[in-house]
T-cell receptor, first 107, second 113 residues
Framework: KNEVEQSPQNLTAQEGEFITINCSYSVGISALHWLQQHPGGGIVSLFMLSSGKKKHGRLIATINIQEKHSSLHITASHPRDSAVYICAGGGADGLTFGKGTHLIIQP | SQTIHQWPATLVQPVGSPLSLECTVEGTSNPNLYWYRQAAGRGLQLLFYSVGIGQISSEVPQNLSASRPQDRQFILSSKKLLLSDSGFYLC????????????FGDGTRLSIL
C-alpha cells in the first residue's frame, strides 16, 4: 500500500515569507495531489502532478519521480493562505493521504 | 461544467441508528466515485471507490457500506452506527481516465451520540 509522509506537521510564519511543505511517498503512484483544507472542512484540489513543476498564482508544486518527493511552495505568503495542506498519492483506485501540514500565516 | 453535491452538511445521530449519505455528480458521465473519511485528529482515509454502476471496492473493513444505484449517484450507508463512525465524510469524483484530478464535495460532518 502507498505510504505518504508530509512535513512539517505544523508551520507558523510571518506574512510575506516563502513557505515550503514537503511530501515523500514510498511506492510508485500514478499522480501526486496537493489539496487545501479550510477550517470548515472543505477541500480544494490545488495541483495534480505526475512530473516536473506546476505554478498557479503564488503556489508552485514540484515533483521528483526518482526521489519520490514533492514540494509545495507559497511565495509572498498571506494570512488567507492559512489552512491545512495535504499531499496525496494514488490513481483511479483512490488516494492515500499524508496527515497534512497546518499552516498559519501571521500578519 | 461539472458539479458535485453532497448532503447533508452536518448530521447528529444516536448510536445504533441507520445512516444514509448521498452524493451526486452533474455534468459528466461514468465518473470514478470515492468516499473518504477523516476521523477526529487523523488524516483522510479512502473508504470506498466505484468505477461503475454496482461496482464497489472497499479499502478497509468497517461498519459502513456503499452503493452506486445510478451512474452519478454514490450512497454511503450503515445499518447501525457506532461511536467510532463519527467523522468528516467526503465524496469525490474523477474522470475515468489515467491521472485525473479528484474533485471533492463539501463534506458531511457526522457526530454520533
Amino acid at each position: 500500500k502507498n505510504e505518504v509522509e508530509q512535513s512539517p506537521q505544523n508551520l507558523t510564519a510571518q506574512e510575506g515569507e516563502f513557505i515550503t511543505i514537503n511530501c515523500s511517498y514510498s511506492v510508485g503512484i500514478s499522480a501526486l495531489h496537493w489539496l487545501q483544507q479550510h477550517p470548515g472542512g472543505g477541500i480544494v484540489s490545488l495541483f495534480m502532478l505526475s512530473s516536473g513543476k506546476k505554478k498557479h498564482g503564488r503556489l508552485i508544486a514540484t515533483i521528483n519521480i526518482q526521489e519520490k518527493h514533492s514540494s509545495l511552495h507559497i511565495t509572498a505568503s498571506h494570512p488567507r493562505d492559512s489552512a491545512v495542506y495535504i499531499c496525496a498519492g494514488g490513481g483511479a483506485d483512490g488516494l492515500t493521504f499524508g496527515k497534512g501540514t497546518h499552516l498559519i500565516i501571521q500578519p | 461544467s461539472q458539479t458535485i453535491h453532497q448532503w447533508p452538511a452536518t448530521l447528529v445521530q444516536p448510536v445504533g441508528s441507520p445512516l444514509s449519505l448521498e452524493c451526486t455528480v452533474e455534468g459528466t458521465s461514468n465518473p470514478n466515485l470515492y468516499w473518504y473519511r477523516q476521523a477526529a485528529g487523523r488524516g483522510l482515509q479512502l473508504l470506498f471507490y466505484s468505477v461503475g454502476i454496482g461496482q464497489i471496492s472497499s479499502e478497509v473493513p468497517q461498519n459502513l457500506s456503499a452503493s452506486r444505484p445510478q451512474d452519478r449517484q454514490f450512497i454511503l450507508s450503515s445499518k447501525k452506527l457506532l461511536l467510532s463512525d463519527s467523522g468528516f465524510y467526503l465524496c469525490a469524483w474523477s474522470a475515468a481516465l489515467l491521472n485525473q484530478p479528484q474533485h471533492f464535495g463539501d463534506g458531511t460532518r457526522l457526530s454520533i451520540l
